[in-house]
């Protein structure tokens, strides 16, 4: 069984950076596109990075130029680096894999508040 645990979240000053990990266990991690999800409150899942295995990236444009999806296949681990924050960045942050036509079952989340 597939699990996903994030962690790297925190309270920051707009402005601020974060790093956020994920760790996959439980299934061939190279092969999969990997992405980050954030969902803030009262508002749906959305998709904000994703990277290919070999490393190609993509965005949604409110993160673009502000945030950079990484991953280390030797560990199993997809990361965010989150620079230039902004309040409305707030939201519980979720990793995945994007490509799947079902997605693995969800982790824990990891919550990211950024103050005005």
């Known amino acids: 069984q597939v699990q996903l645990v994030e962690s790297g979240g925190g309270l920051v000053q707009a402005g601020g950076s974060l790093r956020l990990s994920c760790v996959v266990s439980g299934s061939d991690f190279r092969i999969n596109i990997m992405g980050w999800y954030r969902q803030a409150p009262k508002k749906q899942r959305e998709l904000v990075a994703a990277i290919a295995s070999a490393g190609a990236t993509n965005y949604a444009d409110s993160v673009e130029g502000r945030f950079t999806i990484s991953r280390d296949n030797a560990k199993n681990t997809v990361y965010l680096q989150m620079n230039s924050l902004k309040p409305e960045d707030t939201a519980v942050y979720y990793c995945?894999?994007?490509?799947?036509?079902?997605?693995?079952?969800w982790g824990q989340g990891t919550q990211v508040t950024v103050s005005s």
């Open positions: 995945n894999a994007p490509g799947r036509s079902l997605p693995y079952s």
